[in-house]
């Protein structure tokens, strides 16, 4: 590749890729949120429809509990998507932080939502005939880009141990 073709400074090239990184993990936590309110809504719509005992499941308030962790996780996600959009224009130290406490937020509340929404909707939720399944694999792989949960686990500490130092 030529000269005219290059992008930034010679040989500064890791800062640059590291900021698309941290701007593409942003993207991830929105559209991963985006999935958790589907599976959340799903969960619901089909909690209040499936009838067990003569009631609907979602009168049960094991699972109401379950539900309500649902949501909370998918609450803290939204917040934590924000945050890290918003430190997107910061310092390296600052977005790269955001970066990877919204990574290990969604991380953890992608498996949370994913997996009690398989389970409420009992081998129901594996088939392809509902999204439950589709968004559980979705989910899956948006934990594994640009690092999965114990990776963004050590960013961070490595991070913060080196603005203490």
């Not at 698309?20 to 991963?32: G, M, P």
């Not at 619901?44 to 649902?70: E, N």
């Not at 959009?85 to 290990?104: C, F, P, V």
């Not at 994913?114 to 948006?142: C, P, W, Y």
Request: aromatic fraction near 6%; hydrophobic fraction near 45%; glycine fraction near 8%.
């Amino acid at each position: 590749v030529g000269p005219e073709a290059l992008i930034g400074e010679a040989d500064h090239g890791l800062p640059l890729l590291e900021q698309v990184v941290d701007e593409a993990i942003a993207a991830l936590c929105a559209e991963a949120v985006g999935c958790m309110k589907v599976l959340n809504q799903t969960t619901i719509d089909y909690a209040k429809q499936r009838k067990q005992f003569g009631v609907p499941i979602s009168s049960f308030q094991v699972l109401q509990h379950r539900m309500v962790d649902m949501f909370m996780a998918a609450e803290q996600s939204v917040s934590m998507t924000y945050m890290v959009t918003l430190k997107l224009d910061e310092g390296a130290r600052e977005r790269a932080l955001a970066a990877s406490g919204a990574k290990i937020q969604i991380g953890k509340a992608a498996r949370l939502i994913s997996q009690e929404a398989v389970q409420i909707h009992g081998g129901m939720g594996m088939t392809d005939e509902l999204n439950v399944g589709h968004f559980f694999k979705r989910l899956t792989m948006i934990n594994t880009q640009f690092g999965d949960v114990d990776f963004h686990l050590k960013r961070y500490a490595a991070l913060s141990a080196k603005a203490a130092a």
